[in-house]
């Protein structure tokens, strides 16, 4: 196994991997498809993965493609912003605020869909049972699963779990009029 730094980073954020492949799990459950086989962790590549059957229509193949980008968000922000407020503030934290941010950052890091998502969305998407209609209306989703995946190349997924963790409090501090510098 060659230890690039997204390897490591991806190593270090194994429970954002474990949450968006939940997320998969249950977007799988709640529309009906079936799932073959799953691992929500292991260490090597992919870190992650759920194999099941084509989505019955475009929006259950949108959905379970989607799932772990809404999902982890709100893990990411929900868990790290009492930590970020504070950071922000400058108050001390302890274990309990580093544990929280830790798991909130690594869940917003692993929200972006893999390329692997988006195709199994663009293949529900494209199944002779949802004509060329349905396609052109998952097309934007499966534009925007491509652009966040490409993005990962880029860390702009680096860039994304940052804002998603200390946005919320910058957010509310700066409009108490509390943020300093």
Known sequence: MRLSLRRIVGLASFPGVIAHEAA???????????VFDYRLFQLRDPPGYVVH???RSASAGAAIAL???????????GLAYAPALALLTKQ??????AAAFWLGASAALNAFPSGADAQGMWEAAGSARF???????????FGLVHLLGWG????????YAA????????AQLAAQGGLSR
């Not at 001390?92 to 605020?97: I, S």
């Not at 004509?131 to 989703?141: D, I, S």
């Not at 990962?152 to 860039?159: F, G, I, T, V």
């Open 24 to 34: 998969h799990l249950f977007a799988c459950a709640l529309t009906g498809t079936r």
């Open 92 to 97: 001390g934290w302890g274990w309990p605020q």
């Open 152 to 159: 990962r190349r880029w860390w702009l997924d680096a860039a």
């Open 53 to 55: 059957a084509r989505a």
């Open 131 to 141: 004509g060329a209609l349905k396609r052109l209306l998952v097309a934007p989703a």
């Open 163 to 170: 804002l998603v963790c200390l946005g919320p409090a910058a």
């Open 67 to 77: 799932a772990p980008f809404l999902f982890n968000t709100l893990v990411g922000a």
